[in-house]
């Protein structure tokens, strides 16, 4: 097999992990949804902050442990196209990779809650595919503001752990654990997408589409801007080659 074709043939498996990955990502969470959620349900917490911590708490294992996963650790286990622009923008992910990637993941996003809904069926239909709602009174702009700045701060803490090679491996850690507290702090007010692929598939099976844009848009921003910072300072600190370098 030519070079060529073995990458191709690592970015079609990669890709297909990237889906079977965020599919994982969106069954679970809707089911987290569909049982805490969901009034009647028997574990249903009614307080929506203690609601907003539990779901932070169990997302944050849950995207560290996929991450960490065989599958994971082999596509990178990005799960977020955010994850997939933060790196392309950082030079650390080829561009002919990032379209596969997020389509994938978007993919995984819908097959995911379609798959919840299955299982779960009507329960998952009355809390609308757990498709994501701001608080009442948050604008788009504040929203959008909220959502790309949040994530943004997540992926300050990635660069920090990236330039401290003994550390990188807890990456995975660090991105569930700064997710899980973005949604238990913010989740009241914005309802924490800070992921496209947690909107997308909620928001297409239940055909509601409000501030879709934003929860789509706002979690690309904030990543691609730390990911052309950190490049940027990344290569005004390199060496100048020297002469026999150059």
Known sequence: MSASAQSR???????????????????????????????????AITDPHTLFAVAGVAVAALIAALMYS??????????????????????????????????????????????????????VRRIGYAAVHPAAGTGSVELFLIEGCALAAVFVAVTLVMTRPALRGLIPAVIGLGVGVVIATLGTVTGASINPARAFGPALLSGQYEHFWNYMIAPLVGPALVGLAHRALSARRAPEASPAEA
């Open 9 to 43: 043939a690592d970015l079609v498996r990669h890709t297909g992990y990237e889906f079977a990955l965020t599919t994982v990502l969106l069954f679970v969470v809707v089911t987290l949804v569909r049982w805490l959620a969901l009034p009647g349900s028997p574990l």
């Open 70 to 123: 065989p599958p994971g650790r082999a596509s990178g286990g990005h799960l977020h196209p955010g994850v997939t622009v933060f790196l392309w923008a950082c030079g650390l992910f080829p561009r002919r990779a990032v379209l596969p990637y997020v389509t994938a993941q978007l993919a995984g996003s819908a097959a995911g809650t379609a798959l919840a809904g299955l299982v779960w069926g009507e329960p």
